[in-house]
């Protein structure tokens, strides 16, 4: 940036420098300036000092870890066009854990990964060029983490094999320069899968000294290993329970094995019985981690930390703050967050998520006397614990934005700098990573900022109605509408719609008894339906489509009006996008404008299948009549085909009218047309198309015989079938139409895809 080499000087330099230095280095060589300085771990002070009589910008930290965050703190001031002329500012981080979670699979698939490849594994091995992973370990230090686990909660055993950890140990290598340390996932199985054992009962003293001896000779290749993550007795990974043990037995015979190297543990407290009786009233997953955990409270070992999803179900998008932050007086907690968006969105919307999460981390438990906001209790302040803080789950890939929306990033940024100041505002944060991404620029700022921070509740509000939880396909893809998929199965997700009305009952009189899991203040505000907030009231009450909420609807047609706000929101997304055309780079321009005119589809195939779910079971009509009524839209099962044949899509709710078209491999192609009888003018025409990964099929659309666009169906969205996840509109704008002309839209399946069509829309656009 200044056109100067650096240099490693042992002195402090007699001409005008940066100096980047330990505070133990300088203390020796300018004690009169530095000699009372303190800071903590990681902590970094940036300071303009005159030393020896020159000027000098000084970035300082007790640990080389430190100032790395420094300078990285000095260059996001100076990208951010801030002053560095009276620099005088110390930072602490909140918590000493901030770490990311990877949920990389060692053939380099990635679980709930949504941005290509892992950039850690390639067929069952560590890649042999890790570039990828150094730059994302640059990255990660940028926001301040410290410490990333690569591969799944889900973990394969292999990972701990002989001859797997020098594999490993690359990563750690390429990892340290920037301060980042390596964890792994470990399975508590290892002991008998790969270590020979015919146990793994955590209180066998085989399987203590198995584990004892397995990180030795991983601190032997990696000396800064960090630790480890533990997934067990949850969702068919074994556990201790195969014994009649306690998660703390088995936290603890790991965390034993890891205390002399100083290593860590975190227990997941994402332990439940995915086969509840969906039948009784009384059961619910939201309980389990409380139950699982709280009564295990002072039995864990001091280098173990409870890693406790934000919420008490499972990254939906609106969640009270699990009760179990405030169930452990004795033990070390740390909140798991989940960058990678796998309830909300996956990428293709945008939901910028540290409004939620703040709403979380500012929540105050009533866990002592004064306030103890969840950021408080997880980062050992409140109950005063040695350690804890914060982990999100991530899931970069290989996609050159490494999240794959490249607005995405904006969640990962946010993670990291919560992560080191939960106080900060998430609007702050919105214009930081504005700035630092598209530079200063005020109206790219200004838009980008708005659009970031009002995303999350536009999603919301055409996903997951007043804490309903999101109501997509639970048991397969968590991205396109599947309202009906939580319900009678023993996943626990239940939002338990029927035709009197929706809501899951947790309160003590005559719900589940969840809410007694909170301390009393805040068990009172839920038990009672006028106290609970209306973005929540589904989560803890069962109330009928009738009742009234505080913003005076009744439940349904806020079901109604959200759903066609927030479809209307996305929309404008698309505008405030447009607005920027020329102001950031074309590239980007062009990426993010696809993914928001995807979303703005995409929010209108949720709206529709919603509204029209809730239509079906509640029997009562949208006041304002729309749902079930679209202007301009042809069926096109109403249409004039030619090889193409009408199906039923399941569930119905997921196609316009529960039917398309689909033109069948038997045939070469097919065609649908529709006469237009509107007047002269000038129109858009939406076709809703339906766009598998198991096939590519072509698309051709003519007016009066002329092709006015075509297209490939090869997007990368997770649907084998037609249905929500897989039901994709393209927008052809600005086409003359006459009374009369044909409109005709000719599909080439491809595989599996088999050119299956919804609708056209045609709406009169502006002369
Ligand atoms: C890694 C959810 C996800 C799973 C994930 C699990 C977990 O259930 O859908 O893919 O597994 O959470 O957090 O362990």
Redesign the pocket.
């Known amino acids: 940036m200044l056109g100067r080499t650096l240099h490693e000087e042992k002195t402090l330099p007699r001409e005008s420098s940066i100096v980047l230095a330990t505070l133990s280095e300088l203390r020796a060589h300018a004690p009169a300036i530095f000699g009372q300085a303190v800071l903590g771990e990681d902590g970094f002070l940036l300071r303009k000092e005159r030393i020896d009589g020159t000027d000098c910008l000084v970035v300082t930290g007790t640990t080389d870890r430190g100032v790395l965050y420094g300078v990285f703190a000095l260059l996001s001031r100076i990208a951010r066009g801030e002053t560095v002329s009276a620099l005088n500012e110390t930072q602490q981080p909140y918590a000493p854990i901030r770490w990311v979670d990877e949920?990389d699979n060692l053939d380099g698939r990635i679980?709930?990964g949504y941005a290509g490849p892992s950039i850690f594994f390639e067929n069952g091995n560590v890649r042999a060029d890790l570039t990828r992973a150094g730059e994302y370990a640059r990255l990660l230090a940028s926001i301040g983490i410290n410490g990333c686990a690569i591969n799944?909660?889900?973990a394969n055993p292999r990972i701990l094999e002989d001859d797997f950890l020098p594999q490993v140990a690359r990563v750690a290598d390429v990892f340290r320069p920037w301060g980042v340390r390596l964890s792994l996932s470990v399975d508590v199985s290892s002991p008998k899968v790969i270590g020979g054992l015919d146990t793994f009962d955590p209180r066998d003293p085989r399987v203590a000294e198995w584990w004892k001896k397995k990180f030795d000779q991983l601190y032997a290749l990696v000396p800064d290993f960090a630790g480890v993550v533990v997934?067990a007795d949850?969702?068919g990974r074994l556990g201790p329970a195969t014994y009649q043990r306690t998660p703390a037995d088995a936290a603890n015979v790991i965390a034993r094995a890891l205390a002399p190297h100083h290593g860590i543990v975190f227990y997941?407290a994402?332990v439940y019985n995915h086969h509840l009786d969906w039948t009784s009233p009384k059961n619910d997953r939201a309980k389990a981690a409380y139950d699982n955990f709280h009564p295990l409270d002072g039995k864990f070992d001091d280098n173990v930390i409870v890693q406790i999803?934000h919420g008490p179900i499972?990254?939906q998008v609106r969640e009270p703050a699990s009760p179990l932050f405030s169930g452990l007086d004795k033990t070390n907690e740390a909140i798991?967050l989940q960058v990678t968006q796998?309830y909300t969105g996956q990428q293709r919307h945008l939901c910028f998520l540290p409004t939620m999460w703040k709403q979380v981390l500012d929540f105050d438990m009533h866990a002592g006397p004064q306030p103890t906001p969840v950021k408080d209790i997880v980062s050992g302040k409140t109950f005063d614990r040695p350690t804890g803080g914060f982990v999100a789950?991530v899931n970069v890939g290989m996609d050159a934005n490494w999240l794959g929306h490249p607005l995405g990033m904006a969640n990962l940024y946010g993670y990291g700098r919560l992560a080191w100041n939960p106080d900060l505002d998430s609007k702050v944060i919105a214009e930081e990573w504005t700035r630092l991404t598209f530079g200063n620029d005020s109206t790219v700022v200004r838009t980008i900022q708005s659009m970031l921070v009002s995303s999350w509740t536009v999603y919301e509000s055409y996903t997951g109605p007043l804490g309903a939880g999101t109501l997509t396909d639970i048991v397969g893809s968590?991205f396109g509408p599947g309202v009906e998929s939580s319900e009678r199965n023993g996943w626990g997700q239940w939002h338990r719609a029927d035709p009197g009305g929706i809501g899951m009952d947790r309160t003590a009189a005559t719900g589940t008894g969840y809410v007694d899991q909170y301390r009393a203040p805040v068990r009172k505000m839920y038990e009672s339906l006028d106290t609970t907030p209306d973005e929540l009231l589904l989560f803890f009450h069962h109330v009928p489509y009738t009742y009234v909420l505080g913003s005076g609807k009744t439940v349904i047609q806020h079901i109604y009006d959200s759903h066609y706000a927030g479809a209307q929101l996305a929309a404008g997304f698309v505008n405030q996008w447009k607005t920027l055309k020329g102001h950031v780079d074309e590239e980007r321009y062009e990426e993010v404008l696809g993914r928001l005119e995807f979303q703005a589809g995409h929010a209108i195939v949720w709206r529709d299948a919603v509204c029209n779910w809730f239509l079906g079971i509640s029997g009562i009509a949208d006041q304002y009549g729309r749902v079930g009524h679209y202007p301009g839209r042809i069926e096109a099962e109403a249409m004039q085909l030619e090889g193409y044949v009408p199906f039923d899509v399941v569930p119905r709710e997921t196609a316009s009218g529960g039917k398309a078209i689909e033109c069948l491999p038997s045939e070469q192609k097919c065609s649908a047309t529709y006469r237009f009888a509107g007047a002269a003018g000038r129109y858009e025409i939406d076709v809703e198309y339906f766009d598998q990964n198991n096939g590519k099929s072509h698309f051709r659309v003519f007016v009066r015989d002329r092709v006015v666009d075509e297209w490939v169906a090869d997007d990368r969205l997770p649907a084998t079938k037609p249905g929500g996840d897989s039901s994709t509109r393209r927008r052809i704008p600005g086409l003359a139409l006459r009374p009369g002309d044909n409109i005709r839209i000719e599909g080439v399946p491809d595989g599996e895809e088999h050119a299956a069509l919804d609708y056209i829309e045609i709406h009169a656009t502006p002369e």
């Open positions: 949920w679980e709930r799944n909660v889900n997934k949850s969702e997941r994402f999803k499972d990254f798991e796998e789950v968590h």
